[in-house]
């Protein structure tokens, strides 16, 4: 626990700031070009990674046996879901986003029954998924700031979490053989070359401004690469379940980044939307279930 705790708030930080970087990113270029310069850079860096620490031929073979995968996890786990954030946050605010997207875990449980339909669903999930979908709806329907175009950034953010959670099975019932960070940077590599196109095609008039390289270096070297060699150090040790846990933690961050950087307001629908969000990601989980087992023996009579 002494280790698992500060890791994760670390995870947490790291992915919560994506949402900012992200922000400041899309107001210079297309969602397309950022995600792209994200995706290729990270990638870049984590193939030097897994080279230096496993060597090219154990890489290339990994890759080798496992491209197909690879390329299917880039456009679940990378490519798409990152340009549907980056398009979100043009309508939204950064903070919205954070909030929008702790709905992974959510979405995991609900395509788990189909894909997974070995694994055992208690009905209290299911109230969780619906706690979870009203978040959803406070979050993108009472706050009419935004308007049409802002409840379309919401929704946009939601299929990616949508996507995300895909990936996630996908890798569980699909790759096998080939470690976690030689994974990412096929998966990184591959999303970043399908949205290279895109990102041609989009190209911005003018040379942006510092301000949207530094977000692009940032989001690929601390949301993406960095981000993922922490969790898939921390998966062997403590499981996908216990790290799906930073889902609770990353909207507390993402509304502190924006508030404090991009002086975005705290709304009561934000507010009452994340409540509602993370109490569905608490029944829809099974955290409240384990928590109840744990603490039963220490319940009964001495």
């Known amino acids: 626990m002494r280790g698992y705790l500060p890791r994760l708030f670390l995870l947490a930080a790291l992915w919560g ?24 850079l990270a990638g870049t860096i984590l193939l030097g990674f897994v080279l230096a620490t496993r060597g090219a031929s154990r890489v290339r073979a990994e890759l ?15 490519a798409l879901p990152f340009w549907l954030i980056a398009w979100g946050e043009q309508h939204i605010d ?27 669903v208690a009905r209290i999930r299911w109230i969780g998924v619906a706690f979870g979908l009203l978040g959803v709806a406070v979050l993108s329907g009472l706050d009419t700031s935004g308007g049409w175009w802002g409840a379309a950034g919401t929704f946009a953010i939601v299929l990616s979490s949508l996507s995300y959670g895909f990936a996630g099975i996908y890798a569980q019932l699909r790759v096998h053989g ?3 960070p030689v994974l990412a940077t096929g998966a990184m590599l591959s999303g970043g070359v399908l949205l290279l196109p895109f990102a041609i095609a989009q190209r911005p008039d003018a040379l942006p401004g510092w ?4 977000a692009v270096a940032a989001l690929a070297v ?13 998966l062997p040790p403590y499981g996908a379940r216990r790290i799906s846990l930073v889902a609770y933690l990353m909207p507390g961050f ?24 993370l109490v569905g990601i608490a029944l829809g989980s099974g955290l409240l279930l384990t928590v109840r087992r744990r603490a039963a023996p220490s319940e009964e009579p001495a």
């Open 64 to 78: 080798g046996a496992n491209w197909r995968q690879a390329v299917v996890y880039g456009i679940f786990n990378a």
């Open 211 to 214: 301000e949207t390289f530094a």
């Open 254 to 277: 993402a509304i502190a980044y924006g508030a404090l950087f991009l002086s975005e307001p705290i709304t009561g629908p934000m507010l009452l939307g994340l409540g509602l969000i």
């Open 178 to 180: 080939t470690s976690g």
């Open 222 to 234: 601390f949301g993406t690469a960095i981000a993922q060699l922490l969790f898939f150090r921390m």
């Open 17 to 40: 700031s994506s949402y900012f970087f992200i922000k400041v990113g899309v107001e210079d270029v297309a969602p397309a070009v950022l995600m792209a310069g994200r995706t290729l």
């Open 94 to 120: 950064s903070s919205v986003a954070g909030i929008a997207q702790a709905t992974v875990p959510l979405f995991a449980f609900v395509l788990g029954i189909w894909l997974l339909p070995h694994e055992p």
